[in-house]
């Protein structure tokens, strides 16, 4: 069974140009997750999707981050401008909701530099 | 404000002999706990999970404990082996009925298996 696929995988972008990820999710999970990593630190969560709904985006900067999930199937993460503080790895994550338990499986990541 | 700490970033053991990783949680609210382990250039994996109605759980060479009272939880690495050579992230959650949700995640710990 294949995994989270992201694309792409290392992105390097001048300050204030647009940036997008994308992310394919394990088949059948209905749950999709965005998460951050920043340098030394954990994952943290920018949105959560359930299906096409996005059901937490709390912590999404939605002055320059948008995100959405057509279908509810893959999704795009965008950055419009990019500052230098994006910087990061930008996880996506996938889970089957209702299956009892709480893993997620993540992907291997999109390594944004802004120079 | 740091929910979930691992105050240890690094920690390094001998092949064959056991490796403690911590993990301290301040949110009472948190019922559910999960370790990832991570290797360079790869996404999070998911490792173990305990719910907050145990307070041990095992699965092959990798335990967790849970002391609720102490808000903290380890995980235990019996024999350790090179391959175990990793960064591994603390995880906790609020587990709504079975609902996938939001991970909060701790800063990690870089354990080195010496061969």
């Known amino acids: 069974e294949a995994g989270v696929v992201q694309s792409p995988r290392y992105k390097i972008i001048e300050k204030k140009q647009p940036v997008a990820f994308w992310c394919n999710p394990i088949?059948?999970?209905?749950?999709l997750y965005w998460y951050r990593q920043n340098l030394g630190q954990g994952p943290e969560l920018l949105i959560r999707?359930?299906?096409?709904?996005?059901?937490?985006d709390s912590q999404l900067p939605k002055d320059r981050f948008s995100a959405e999930r057509l279908k509810g199937v893959d999704s795009t993460l965008k950055i419009q401008p990019a500052e230098l503080g994006d910087s990061a790895v930008y996880l996506c994550?996938?889970?089957?909701?209702?299956?009892?338990?709480?893993?997620?499986?993540f992907g291997p990541g999109t390594r944004l530099t802004v120079l | 404000d740091q929910q979930v700490k691992q105050n240890s970033p690094s920690l390094s053991v001998q092949e064959g002999r056991i490796s403690i990783l911590n993990c301290d949680y301040t949110?009472?609210?948190?019922?559910?706990f999960l370790w990832y382990k991570k290797y360079p250039a790869e996404g999070p994996t998911f490792l173990i999970s305990?719910?907050?109605?145990?307070d041990k759980n095992e699965d092959g060479r990798f335990t967790v404990f849970l002391n609720k009272s102490a808000k903290h939880l380890s995980l235990h690495i019996v024999p350790s082996q090179p391959g175990d050579s990793a960064v591994y992230f603390c995880?906790?959650?609020?587990?709504?009925?079975?609902?996938?949700?939001?991970?909060?995640f701790g800063t990690g710990t870089l354990l080195a298996v010496q061969p």
């Open positions: 949110n009472s609210m948190f019922d559910y």
């Open positions: 999707y359930e299906n096409e709904e996005a059901v937490d």
């Open positions: 305990i719910s907050s109605i145990k």
């Open positions: 994550a996938s889970s089957f909701t209702g299956g009892g338990d709480n893993e997620q499986f």
């Open positions: 995880a906790a959650t609020v587990n709504y009925g079975g609902a996938t949700n939001k991970l909060i």
């Open positions: 088949s059948g999970h209905n749950t």
